[in-house]
């Protein structure tokens, strides 16, 4: 009923479902284990992409809430840093447990803001946990090394210790599994932080902080702030912030870099894509077709990891009619209806967006073979919806090409060689992943060891690592040298301390204690 407000209980004042309310939800600043009403006086719109329905408000976090919130880091570090590293795990495990037994509910919320389908919000959620759950090895992720006998006497050894306050900066697309590659980690190694994420669709964010303070992370270990370039410049230039882990577009993530770099920040930006499949023609077709097309216009195509260029080699361009007759039979609509293949984009502006590059494809001479613009969806006409969409005949010259798209669209170019394949490939700027499709080895072995690109699947589509690797994306995709979890992300997330000991035989000899203690 109007005013009514229904509060998932487990997500306490996190996060509050209002459908049919008068007043959207207003989410908090979560400082020093509170969630607290902020006083901005602006504040931005959370839409649902299936119905454009307002469902929430996010504020601006004002300078003095974002100063609390570090402030708020900077005081729990110094306890923090000092508990036992079997005591964070402790804590992991609880958060692991909490999430896994949360998980549906966290997806719903995920579908409600961003719009995917509730299997892929369970994937969004399922992909974070697993960082959480690699987390909690910890303790033997940060065991050092020792070298004995550097000189007489003499050892060296090393152990990690944290860096301090960090801070996390996350993209719309995956709102609980990027939240969950930054904060548990900088937990796990005894670092606090304080995370500012997506402003279109920050629930899924909010209830995993909840259930992180419910796990028993103590005040002041998390934070949350709101906001978009404000809080971003923020963040880049408070001198108590050592570190900054951000995902998102290509123009944010240099301006992070660059303006965290310059105030003496270690940063790790990972930044758009444009990802090649290359199919050979002695693949497997029936699969091959399927992979395709689930990686193409999955989760309407709004993956970094997304198979958005289908590349194909010598004689398998004549498969491309059947990719069009699988896409065509995608069901396109609001990501909670069941059996629903497409979902909306985040908003009506990415759609414009999108729209406008396959219009470009044609102004530009390529042909769109299947065109999802102007679908109609029953019951949700006022969504940002775009239907499956194939482009063919495309050339590198050509905007579909150079620019990410972000959206369900396939782009098809023909080679005739696989040689040609590691060209066009390695010509682009983006490096995030690729796949190829075949049954010969030797032309796997050969892609994988020429292509440029960080993360490349043979005959897997979207080779996203787990966590006990690193999700490697390499070239325009990504600035800083140290990737998100996994080895390089401990090592993002830590400095070494060395130590130099000499403890002489001499002495040792002189028994000095003796002078003390006589037998
Ligand atoms: P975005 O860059 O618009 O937003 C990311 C973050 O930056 C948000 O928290 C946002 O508030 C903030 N932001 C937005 N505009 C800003 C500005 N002008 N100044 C400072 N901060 C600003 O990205 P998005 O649209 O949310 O996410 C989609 C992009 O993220 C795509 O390009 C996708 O490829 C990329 N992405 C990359 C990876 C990866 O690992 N490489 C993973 C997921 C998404």
Redesign the pocket.
Known sequence: ANGSKRTYSIFNDAVAETENTAEPYKYKNFINGEWRESKATEWIDVRNPATNEVVARVPCSTQEEMEEAVESAKTAFQTWKKTSVMHRQRILFELANLIRTHMHDVAKLITREQGKTLADADGDVLRGLQVVEYATGVPTQLVGGTLGQVAADMDTYMYRQPLGVTAG??????PAM?PL?MFPMAMATGNTSVM?????DPGAAMALVELARQAGVPPGVVNVIH???????FICTNPDIKAIS????????K??YELGCKHGKRVQS????KNHGVIMPDANKEYTLNQLVGAAFGAAG?????LSTAVFVGESKAWMPEIMERAKKLKVSAGKEPNTDVGPV?SPE?QKRIEGLIQSAIDEGAEVILDGRGVSVNGYEKGNFIGPTIITNVKPHMRCYKE?I?GPVMVCMEVDTLDDAIELVNANMYG?GTAIFTNNGATARKYQMESECGQIGINVPIPVPLPMFS?T?NKG??RGDLN?YGKAGIDFLTQQKTITSLWRQEDADNDISATNFPK
């Not at 900066?169 to 995956?174: G, H, Q, R, T």
């Not at 990972?270 to 894509?273: F, L, T, V």
């Not at 709004?302 to 997304?306: D, K, L, P, S, V």
């Open positions: 900066i996350s993209p719309f697309n995956f990027i590659w500012k994420c997506s402003e279109r906001g978009t370039k404000n809080a971003v410049d951000f995902v998102g577009s290509d123009h944010v993530g301006h992070i990972n930044m758009g894509a709004q993956r970094c990891m997304a985040i990415a990410e972000f995030n999700f994306g995709s990504i998100f």
